[in-house]
Every structure is written in C-alpha cells, then in structure tokens.
C-alpha cells in the first residue's frame, strides 16, 4: 500500500469534494492506525471547514432501549444512556491511562467546542453552557472520578465511543457493540459510515 504523506493528506481532507463524515472517518482511522499527524491534519481542517462539527446540538427523544456488548458479555438495558455509560466503563478498565495521563488521546476522546464529553469539574466540562451542570440527567459520574457528559443524542455517543475505541484499538463488533433499539436515521447513518472506516485510509493509499 502507498504511504500516505502528511502534504497528500492535508490536501485530501481540504478537497470540497469530501463531505464532514468523510473527514472524520479519515481522522478516526488515523487515529486507529497511530498516523497521529495525520489525525491532527483531518482534525484542524474540520475546524476550519466546518466550525461546530464537534458541538452536541440536541438531545434524543425518550428513552430507547439499547443492547450493549462488550467482549463476550451482552447487557440489555431500559435507556441508551445506562447502554453507553456501561461500555465506557469497559473501555476505560482497558484504556485507564486515558485519564490518568492528559495527551493528545485524552484531548481527542474528551475535549469538544462547546462542552467537554468527560471532564473531572462538571463547571469546566460545560465551560460553554454552565448552567447543564446543574441537572443530573446531564451527567454521570464514572468509577474513575471522572464526569461523563449525558446531554448527547445518539449518534453523538456512538461517535465518542467510536473516538474512544479508536484509542483503545478495541474492533468494533469483535470487541463491542452498542446498538439502539429503534435507531434513529442520524444514528443509522452514523453505523453505516463506521461500517466504511476501515477502507478508507486504504482507498487513499492506492489512490
């Protein structure tokens, strides 16, 4: 396979031709692949194209049963939420140095523009709406001390977890799964394009 170079890269991700999924399944797999620089490329030009790409914008509708897997154990569970913040809980007895250690992994998993998604000080992890602090359905605690943010829809949680896999190198399906049970369309596309995450730094290297 041809090396992708940083140049080629930053002129890949900067072609109007390619949507803000495109780009964010590129820097996700660079991600998985350790093209740290290269993940840093496809992170700055979403800042610069599509300012906000990042920010939660709207909160899921009721509570949607969801089916949480994590290496060879399934859990059924009444909400989403209770889905997600139990596969973070697995993700982090796998990855703790994740928030032990503040890098560049930490920041890419936990940091938003708005609003953090995990956070140590719930006022600094709503830094731009400080007053969500203030209800719990926003948050959870972790067993880590950690906050994680709540005021998420589903496809955004699908992303961190995404994001946090990436880190952890943990497959999706082989490793885990969360999956919503009356999937909204925003989610569903979301799979659908994860489903295509693994070709992609392949289809720009034989480019």
């Known amino acids: 396979m041809v090396t992708v170079t940083p140049d080629r890269f930053r002129n890949l991700v900067r072609d109007p031709s ?4 495109d780009i964010e399944q590129m820097m996700r797999n660079a991600v998985a692949k350790g093209e740290t620089e290269l993940a840093r490329i496809a992170k700055e030009a979403l800042d610069s194209r599509f300012p906000g790409w990042d920010v939660p914008h709207t909160r899921a509708a009721g509570a949607r049963p969801t089916v949480a897997f994590f290496r060879g154990t399934e859990r059924r569970f009444d909400t989403s939420k209770e889905a997600y913040i139990w596969v973070l809980e697995r993700f982090i007895s796998v990855k703790p140095r994740l928030f032990e250690t503040i890098n560049w992994e930490t920041v890419f998993v936990a940091k938003g523009r708005k609003r953090n998604y995990f956070g140590k000080d719930l006022k ?6 400080p007053h969500l602090a203030d209800d719990r359905n926003n948050y959870a605690r972790l067993t ?3 906050y994680a943010n709540t005021n998420l829809n ?8 995404c994001r946090f896999a990436a880190i952890a190198k943990l497959d999706y399906e082989k490793d885990w799964r969360w999956d919503v049970e009356d999937r909204s369309d925003e989610l569903r596309a979301h799979e659908e ?3 295509l995450a693994e070709r992609l730094l392949d289809e720009l290297g034989k480019a």
């Open 18 to 21: 390619r949507s803000r999924q």
């Open 124 to 129: 600094a992890m709503f830094h731009g709406s």
């Open 144 to 146: 880590n001390g950690w």
């Open 154 to 161: 589903n496809a955004q949680k699908f992303d961190i977890l």
């Open 193 to 195: 394009r994860r489903a």
